[in-house]
Structures are given as structure tokens and as C-alpha cells.
């Protein structure tokens, strides 16, 4: 199945614009997604750590990913 996937942050620079759709197998987790973004987007594991939100929830890697739910990268955020 094709999911479109949001940017933010560094995430985005690393996609190049703010989302992006990868292909990826039907009965898909979280951590199955990880997997495909960080082989597309290499320079995803160079962050010391990033957030998947499945419909504005951050969500447990065992997370099943439907076609039709909204994907977001969260990068680690710093403040001051």
C-alpha cells in the first residue's frame, strides 16, 4: 500500500519537502515503517532518536499502519 508520510523539523529537510509517500506492505507496524523510511531516507539514522504519530498520537512500534491513517515524523525537538 502507498502511505503519505509528514515532515517536520529536520525531518523535513532530510525528505526534501514536508511529506513524502512510500510503499510499503499492507499489514505494516510502526517499526516495519521505520525500517522503509530509514532505507529510502537514509539520513534518518543519523538522528539521535525520532517520534511516529499515527492520527496525531505518538505510537508503540507494534502499531498497525492503515492506508487511509496520517502519518507524522517527529524529530527530537531542543528549547530553551
Known amino acids: 500500500m502507498k502511505i503519505k508520510v509528514l515532515a517536520f523539523g ?3 529537510d ?3 519537502s514536508a511529506s513524502s509517500e512510500i510503499e510499503v506492505d ?3 507496524s510502526v517499526a516495519g515503517l ?4 530509514e532505507y529510502q531516507f537514509p539520513e534518518l539514522k543519523k538522528l539521535s532518536s525520532y517520534a511516529i504519530a499515527v492520527n496525531n498520537n505518538y505510537a508503540s512500534e507494534d502499531i498497525k499502519i492503515n492506508e487511509r491513517d496520517e502519518i507524522a515524523i ?3 525537538v531542543s528549547g530553551g
Open 34 to 37: 521505520k525500517d522503509a523510511l
Open 14 to 16: 532530510i525528505f526534501g
Open 74 to 76: 517527529i524529530p527530537p
Open 10 to 12: 529536520i525531518a523535513k
Open 26 to 28: 499492507a499489514s505494516v
